[in-house]
């Protein structure tokens, strides 16, 4: 097949199974290689060593960054597009996609690696992936698991997945699945039969949650249908559906999701912005009443200068119809200069 992409990644890397399933649904010709030691040679040369890796056919050059990746195959292949036809849709799915991306992202790396039991399953199975079978595997396996599991656990603070932060990340992933509770399922996404970018973005956190103990445990608790959409999702290369009309209302799972941007994600983007402006070590402001600090980061002011290029852009009339949605969800101004 080479005429195939190929997507190395992890079944434990949420953003490898989000660009895993874009491709299955748009039906894109792919190889899904699993990253191990013995296939590293192949990306030796790729930096940095960030999974997905993604090689496109046109150039045979490997790609980093899933939704770049996701606008560049919107360029070269025409079917199934995953980008609502409506303009405003469309920028609440890119949207809520960036929020998935770099905000549910702590509860994934939260709940993975704060429990106990979710340290040791999370890392015996990065191990498993890892190791080789055959003589002295266990040895090999448990020594792999002890220091992956370490790394990561010393990876927390610098990321915000810290117990000061815990409520925080909590209390938005118990708003975020109430909100899709009441819309995703089977043949259900954001807007409409078929899925968005926004979609697949959720789709590669929730994956990984539910397949974690605890993140499964509080899914299936609480969003038990959003657990079964995850099982869907994870392969609509079958499905066929439509996008929902423009003038439509919007499902309450979209403007549940907008809150939780206002609430949450963009003042964190806001003040991210501003400590990487001022050259602050930390970022400090309250989300729900609550405390939250964390190293600022620039390429998350990367995205929050991309959301409002993208809402600038939108036309006039556009404009008129999305910006009473967003003002009511506590976004529009923190979108707008």
Request: hydrophobic share 35%; aromatic share 10%; with cysteine.
């Amino acid at each position: 097949m080479s005429d195939a992409y190929r997507i190395m990644g992890q079944n434990g890397s949420p953003y490898s199974m989000k660009m895993r399933a874009i491709l299955r649904y748009r039906r894109i010709p792919h190889i899904w290689m699993q990253q191990t030691p013995g296939n590293d040679p192949e990306t030796a040369n790729v930096k940095p060593r960030l999974i997905p890796m993604m090689k496109f056919p046109q150039d045979g050059v490997w790609r980093l960054d899933s939704t770049p990746m996701a606008y560049e195959l919107e360029e070269l292949e025409t079917a199934r597009s995953i980008l609502p036809a409506d303009p405003v849709q469309r920028f609440l799915s890119d949207l809520i996609e960036d929020m998935a991306d770099e905000w549910l992202t702590k509860a994934m790396f939260h709940y993975r690696w704060h429990y106990e039991d979710d340290r040791e399953y999370a890392a015996f199975w990065i191990a498993c992936d890892n190791t080789p079978s055959g003589e002295g595997a266990a040895a090999k396996r448990r020594q792999f698991a002890d220091w992956i599991r370490d790394r990561q656990v010393g990876r927390m603070a610098l990321v915000g997945c810290t117990d000061e932060n815990k409520p925080v990340i909590e209390e938005s992933f118990h708003r975020l699945l109430h909100a899709l509770e009441t819309r995703l399922g089977y043949r259900s996404f954001l807007f409409g039969g078929r899925p968005s970018l926004g979609d697949f973005g959720l789709f590669g956190q929730l994956k990984t949650l539910s397949d974690d103990p605890t993140g499964r445990a509080t899914i299936r608790r609480e969003a038990p249908t959003v657990l079964h959409w995850t099982r869907h999702a994870d392969d609509l290369s079958g499905l066929e559906g439509e996008w929902m009309d423009a003038d439509a209302p919007l499902p309450e799972a979209v403007t549940g999701l907008l809150r939780l941007c206002g609430e949450a994600y963009l003042p964190f983007l806001e003040a991210n912005l501003r400590g990487i402006e001022d050259g602050a070590e930390e970022i400090r402001l309250e989300i729900f009443g609550k405390p939250y600090a964390q190293t600022p980061f620039r390429y998350q002011a990367k995205c929050y200068t991309r959301l409002k290029s993208l809402l600038a852009r939108l036309s006039p009339e556009d404009r008129r119809r999305l910006d009473p949605l967003l003002d009511e969800t506590g976004c529009l101004a923190l979108l707008t200069d």
